[in-house]
């Protein structure tokens, strides 16, 4: 059996042998996991700090798809502050 | 005379061999002494990390403690910066072992004098990084000083995520969603002293 191929093919990002993080087993990377922590602790701040540590989850770019070699249509992706 | 010959021939041939001999790579006594010379450089350069790994000459360490928007720390002289890393509570001092550690979420305290009160911050996550020149880096996502933050709206977070955690199928990404926000918010909560 050619093990790459089978890697290659499956959409998990990593065999589930080994034991591991929960966040990892959901399919999260872990600067998934380390944002979703950091949202709840700046969710958690007094005023003024708040609004301020919430510029920290600005985010804004631009994605597209590529297929066959041509690149897709060009989609902004901005956050919604 | 044939007899002649072969004994010219041999003496001809170690004539030869003695002006190969300086040439050859063999076990000579120089070449024994060049080995203990490297071991000897290797062995006291060991020394030498050992003796400042061990030194009193340094007490303290070099902090850099900075996030991605900025740094609450740069190249500040500390005494003891003690850290909570997913495998446990420690403390850094001058001199500790080089290691690289994830940071959990929990609180990072920076003793300027270690007999004083420390500066607290709770972290949300990153990697510390301690270097053998006693330089420890620091590189959190968010650190907040606890002052700014709020025990009721932590209260509330950590009801809401049990709730969220209880009502989520095993095993799903609203489960490992809820299960952070509980991690997190239990750990904030435990830092400001709150009960349960």
New interface residues.
């Given amino acids: 059996v050619n093990l790459v191929h089978l890697f290659a093919f499956s959409t998990h990002p990593f065999t589930m042998t080994t034991p591991t993080t929960f966040w990892r087993l959901a399919g999260m990377t872990y600067v998934q996991y380390v944002s979703r922590a950091s949202s709840a602790v700046r969710g958690a701040l007094k005023e003024p700090s708040k609004s301020k540590a919430l510029q920290n989850e600005k985010f804004n770019f631009n994605s597209s798809v590529w297929e066959s070699g041509v690149q897709g249509k060009k989609v902004i992706k901005e956050s919604a502050i | 005379h044939k007899y002649h010959s072969r004994v010219t021939f041999f003496y001809l041939r170690l004539f030869v061999r003695s002006l190969f001999i300086g040439y050859l790579p063999v076990h000579k006594e120089s070449n024994m002494l060049a080995f203990r010379r490297v071991a000897s450089t290797q062995r006291k350069a060991v020394a030498n990390v050992l003796a400042r790994s061990f030194s009193d000459e340094a007490t303290n360490i070099t902090l850099n403690f900075a996030m991605?928007?900025g740094a609450l720390y740069e190249n500040e002289e500390v005494e003891l910066v003690r850290l909570t890393s997913c495998a446990g509570e420690y403390g850094v001092t001058a001199g500790h072992t080089p290691n690289v550690s994830q940071l959990a979420?929990g609180l990072a305290m920076v003793y300027k004098n270690k007999d004083d009160e420390p500066e607290k911050f709770?972290v949300?996550?990153?990697f510390a990084f301690m270097h053998p020149n006693s330089v420890l880096d620091v590189a959190a996502?968010?650190a907040?000083s606890l002052d700014?933050?709020?025990p009721k709206?932590?209260e509330a977070?950590l009801s809401d995520a049990r709730a969220a955690l209880a009502a989520a199928a095993a095993?799903?990404?609203e489960?490992?969603?809820a299960?952070?926000?509980v991690?997190?918010?239990t750990a904030?909560a435990s830092a400001l002293g709150l009960s349960a």
């Fill in positions: 991605p928007h979420p709770f949300s996550g990153g996502v968010e907040v700014d933050l709020d709206i932590v977070q095993d799903s990404v489960a490992a969603e299960q952070i926000e991690e997190v918010n904030m």
